[in-house]
């Protein structure tokens, strides 16, 4: 993410007659700090950082080219002549602007704009028809996007059963990189992971949710990868602002999820239900049934043993 600021605030140093190379992650006013450069957490991070761009442009068989277009040279020269809101790795925060900058990295990949990218890549092979793209400006890349409830509920579970992406890829994905000060929610990239209990020894069941709005409209998505389900919440408010929607996720969440422990109960009481004996080198009876009381699950007992 910081590979193209930096060829920007490169180029802003070498023009202003600088006598210090500026830091990409700080902004033109500051150099590179000795400590930081040197110190093993940054030499790691920036690995890290090169490893994932030389994998995606392996994978690709694409080379980075220059800069062409004047908006996207206007942003990257303005977005990297601003200081950093939190070093690298000290906090989460949520940039509109990132997904920005990696709009312009993947057409500097694939020579190809970035609607006709994502048009290629997951709109045809999806078969979202009814999935458009508004007007085409530079905040298209995280709020471009109109769509249904329906083709939304398809997209979603192509994502769960990673039919266009390798299943190891979509574990890691779908998973938290990061704590926030509330203790039941994560960051994920992108997700906003809320973590639902019923009680507290329940296992804690992750839901993963991206919202957007536009005008008057609003939009609420969530996945429960561990049941394989999720919700879709399309909404328009008044003409003041678009609608708040995290009360209507979150007794969706609350109300489905239970249900879905309870079927998921039923089904393994279905499969594997029953009375195992062995005769060697031990006798020994195992009854798996439904659990008793409020023990959510099977119950395994152990009536006899010789």
């Not at 929610?185 to 992750?206: C, D, H, K, M, Q």
């Not at 008044?238 to 007794?251: E, F, K, M, R, V």
Request: charged fraction near 10%; hydrophobic fraction near 40%; proline fraction near 8%.
């Amino acid at each position: 993410m910081y590979l193209l600021p930096f060829f920007v605030l490169t180029k802003y140093a070498s023009t202003h007659n600088l006598s210090f190379s500026p830091c990409p992650l700080l902004g033109p006013r500051f150099p590179i700090p000795t400590k930081l450069s040197g110190s093993p957490i940054f030499q790691s991070g920036l690995e890290d950082l090169t490893q994932a761009f030389d994998d995606y442009v392996t994978n690709l068989n694409g080379t980075f080219g220059p800069i062409t277009s004047s908006t996207s040279f206007k942003f990257l020269a303005y977005f990297g002549g601003r200081d950093a809101v939190f070093a690298p790795g000290s906090t989460p925060i949520f940039s509109n602007a990132a997904f920005i900058i990696l709009a312009y990295a993947l057409e500097s990949i694939t020579g190809h704009p970035y609607v006709a990218l994502l048009d290629r890549s997951i709109l045809r092979p999806l078969n979202l028809n009814q999935t458009t793209f508004l007007t085409n400006t530079v905040e298209g890349p995280f709020n471009g996007l109109a769509s249904t409830p329906h083709e939304l509920t398809i997209a979603l579970r192509n994502l769960l059963r990673s039919t266009l992406l390798p299943q190891s890829l979509t574990r890691r994905w779908l998973k938290s990189t990061s704590h926030t000060s509330n203790l039941v929610n994560t960051v994920g990239r992108p997700w906003e992971v809320y973590s639902l209990t019923a009680t507290p020894i329940s296992p804690v069941i992750p839901v993963y949710q991206v919202r957007g709005n536009k005008g008057v409209h609003a939009s609420h998505i969530g996945l429960v990868p561990d049941y394989g389900a999720g919700f879709v919440i399309l909404a328009s408010g008044s003409s003041t602002g678009n609608p708040d929607l995290n009360a209507h996720a979150d007794i969706l969440a609350s109300k489905i999820v239970p249900v879905f422990e309870q079927i998921a109960t039923m089904q393994a009481s279905v499969t594997f239900s029953g009375t195992y004996a062995s005769t060697a080198p031990t006798n020994m009876t195992l009854v798996v049934a439904q659990g008793e009381d409020s023990n959510p699950g099977l119950c395994l007992t152990l009536p006899l043993w010789k």
